[in-house]
């Protein structure tokens, strides 16, 4: 698809057909121009490729579920836009024209290297992020409630993430060394500071199902068969990011400035 979008989305589904329709039905109705989608039906039943097929601008089929990680990086070798947009197929968008708040940072913004719907001020390197910040519309319950209409972040939430492709390029893609999921979201948003990018959080007024995979029936099935629950997952990728990024002790950055520190003092950032 040709576009003069600086993002493509990109959506991964394993099931959870109705509320995919919602969640893209909600981007096209409220989108300022045509922003293209990938889906990648990460194993869903045959019964439902047919519909994935056609929801979007691009499809990928996957015949077994290869984890989110794995599934993530199939898609942005092939995306052309500068940006690529991973969301959640249980976000909505719930603002008009948000397309133009995310294009009017990426392209104002210098070196931004992720974006996303929400984020936290701070990174405990034992795996733990602080001071949430978003416009969820339970915002209050996670953090607070974002006003400005972007604010510097650390680490962003995997339920939507805006990441440079020349980034990607330069990592070889997200998180290769974790296990399907967890903790990929705050590793991609350290790295990409830590190569001199700038992360930011930005004010987007959505709603977020939340939890849905890791409580499904059929999820809990496929990680049984791979010998863990998801909170064992979890544990064990946590233990990944901390012998990554542990010896950082924290990253923060002011509330108000893109100005980022660890335990070693300043991180440098690109000019």
């Known amino acids: 698809m040709v576009t003069s979008s600086l993002f493509t989305i990109v959506i991964l589904v394993m099931n959870q057909i109705e509320i995919t329709r919602q969640c893209i039905a909600y981007i096209r109705a409220l989108q300022s121009k045509p922003i293209p989608i990938l889906i990648i039906d990460n194993g869903s039943d045959p019964i439902y490729s ?9 499809y990928i089929r996957n015949e077994q579920n290869l984890g989110v990680i794995s599934a993530m990086n199939q898609a942005w070798p092939l995306i052309q836009t500068p940006f690529v947009m991973y969301m959640h197929n249980d976000v909505l968008v719930l603002e008009k024209h948000f397309d133009e708040k995310i294009t009017a940072v990426l392209a104002h913004i210098p070196h931004v290297g992720a974006a996303g719907f929400g984020g936290g001020y701070m990174v405990d390197c034992r795996g733990t992020r602080n001071r949430f910040t978003s416009n969820l519309l339970d915002a209050e319950v996670h953090g607070t409630r974002m006003i400005a209409p972007f604010v510097p972040s650390v680490a962003l939430d995997g339920l939507c993430l805006i990441i440079r492709k020349e980034l ?76 990554k990024w542990g010896h950082r002790g924290y990253v923060l950055v002011h509330e108000h400035h893109f100005l980022y520190h660890d335990r070693a003092g300043m991180i440098p950032m690109r000019i």
């Open 168 to 243: 990607l390029i330069s990592l070889r893609g997200i998180a290769k060394e974790y296990t399907y999921h967890h903790f990929y979201d705050m590793d991609i948003c350290l790295a990409a500071i830590y190569q001199g990018y700038k992360v930011v959080a930005i004010n987007i007024l959505h709603q977020h199902t939340g939890s849905m995979t890791s409580k499904r029936a059929d999820y809990v099935k496929w990680l049984s068969e791979r010998g863990m629950t998801d909170m064992e997952l979890y544990e064990y990728n946590r233990g990944i990011f901390h012998t």
């Open 50 to 58: 047919n519909e994935l097929r056609h929801l979007g601008d691009g």
